[in-house]
């Protein structure tokens, strides 16, 4: 990768940990290119640490988190059994945004390295769009010092 183009990561990167809100960086190229060493180098240079997700690795729930059954009696009138309170789902905080918040608080920011994107499985991709363009997931958001 050309020296001019790690350059605009690299600005990139370090903008978004500064609070300037910018779309993610995507690299796309042919296997051994050296995207995810670049990002790596990269990040190790703007004092960041690493968090890289193998996205085909992943299941749904590592994105969406892991229900939580709670008794709701604002439920009950629509329940068809008649019951006086029923059980309601809320979600837990997915672990990509559990883990790269931790790794941001730890050492005072994150890269987070979506790796193989391209990968992406049919049921997780509305997920992604939301993780790429709102850095967040479900009800929660991605640490302001995590780049991605």
């Known amino acids: 990768m050309d020296k001019i183009t790690q350059q605009i990561i690299k600005a990139n990167l370090q903008a978004q940990i500064n609070g300037v809100e910018l779309l993610p960086i995507c690299l796309y190229g042919a296997r051994g290119l050296g995207k995810t060493s670049t ?3 990269i990040t190790e240079e703007i004092g960041a640490k690493l968090y890289t997700v193998s996205i085909p690795a992943k ?13 709701s009696t604002d439920l009950a009138k629509y329940s068809m059994s008649g019951a006086k ?3 309601g789902t809320t979600w837990t905080a ?3 945004i559990a883990n790269a918040n931790h790794i941001a608080e730890q050492h005072g920011s994150c890269v987070l390295l979506l790796d193989d994107l391209h990968k992406l499985n049919q049921s997780t ?3 992604m769009y939301q ?18």
Do not use: C, M, R, Y
């Open 85 to 87: 309170s029923v059980q």
């Open 59 to 71: 299941n749904l729930e590592f994105f969406s988190g892991l229900p939580n059954f709670n008794t």
């Open 94 to 96: 997915s672990e990509l």
């Open 131 to 148: 993780l790429l363009l709102d850095k967040s997931l479900g009800d929660f958001k991605l640490h302001p010092k995590v780049a991605i």
């Open 125 to 127: 991709s509305t997920i």
């Open 39 to 41: 990002i790596a180098s």
